[in-house]
């Protein structure tokens, strides 16, 4: 297991690199992973979330009373900051329908499990990234369809229910399911949690091979425009949630938390929801598999950036 888990080490510290790798073979070379099919996607992500309930504990829901004020803006922020700039970006650069659906579905996704990672590698608050985490995941079956279906409703049509089913089925359940198992089982799952890194990590270069191949001529004709979005999306993301931050007068660390989880998204949930909920918008899945590369690439950046900002903490 040790070896394993330096493997799994190894993962998690490269797994921007891994990822980007993956998605440049699957776009110049989308033989290589056409043989991944996309019916996949949600079972590889329920992978994900079966291994982010295995890690959870009833302390990181206890923060939710102890630390209200923290987890209730961190909550607003992600379904309030990261959908506006979605819809305001899709309508700047006067995306088509089915892109402008795919960069909605990301921003009104909740935070991806790799921004408990970077928060800790930012020296963050890091039991306030994973109450975040953990609390918007469980509220996105109706936060999700919700706001999805608020912004898009008079462009396309919107499966409410579809997503909702399909969020319960991909999220909740694997979810609850891994945070019994660790409940009863708990010295078992501990040493599991070791190789989750690696496991997730192949789980998401499954998905984004698996949409990069599948759609590989589409991205070339429009891969730039969604990359310049999905960057934007991205970067003012982290900018909004450190601003919101040091507006409310939060500690670096707080801050810090605050504008990782908002600028990362679960991204491997909107390309999921893009694939159900809009099956007749094939380009709608782009820009989830766009931000699963480039979210933990900016995410490895800005995490060494944070290191080195001066810890000092302002007000409670």
Known sequence: MSILSKISEGFGKYMAIIVLAVAALALFLPQSSLWIDTSWINYLLMVVMFGMGLTMKPKDFALVFKRP?????????????????????????????????????????????????????????????????SVNTLLAPLFT????????????????WAMFLSIVQVILIPIILGFIINRLFGKVTQRLVSVLP??????????????????????????ALVLVV??????????????????????????????????????????????????????????????SVWHNISGAILAGIYRRRNSSTGSE
Do not use: W
Not at 259 to 275: D, V
């Open 69 to 133: 004020r923290d987890i209730i803006i961190g909550c607003a922020a992600q379904f309030i900051i990261m959908p506006a700039l979605a819809f305001g970006l899709s309508a700047v650069f006067r995306l088509d329908p089915a892109l402008t659906a795919g960069v909605v579905l990301v921003g009104t996704c909740p935070g991806g499990t790799s921004s408990n990672v970077i928060t800790y590698f930012s020296k963050g608050d890091v039991a306030l990234s994973i109450g975040m985490t």
């Open 145 to 160: 369809p919700a706001i999805t279906y608020l912004l898009l409703r008079t462009t396309v049509k919107v499966d409410v």
């Open 198 to 223: 690696m496991v997730s990590t192949i789980a998401i270069c499954l998905i984004v091979a698996a949409v990069v191949s599948h759609n590989a001529e589409k991205i070339y004709t429009c891969g």
């Open 230 to 291: 999905v960057i934007l999306h991205n970067l003012l993301g982290y900018l909004c949630g450190f601003g919101v931050g040091k507006l409310l007068k939060l500690n670096l660390p707080k801050t810090k938390a605050l504008s990782i989880e908002i600028g990362m998204q679960n991204s491997g949930l909107a390309t999921s929801l893009a694939a159900t909920a809009f099956p007749q918008l094939a380009l709608a899945t782009v820009p989830g598999a766009v931000f």
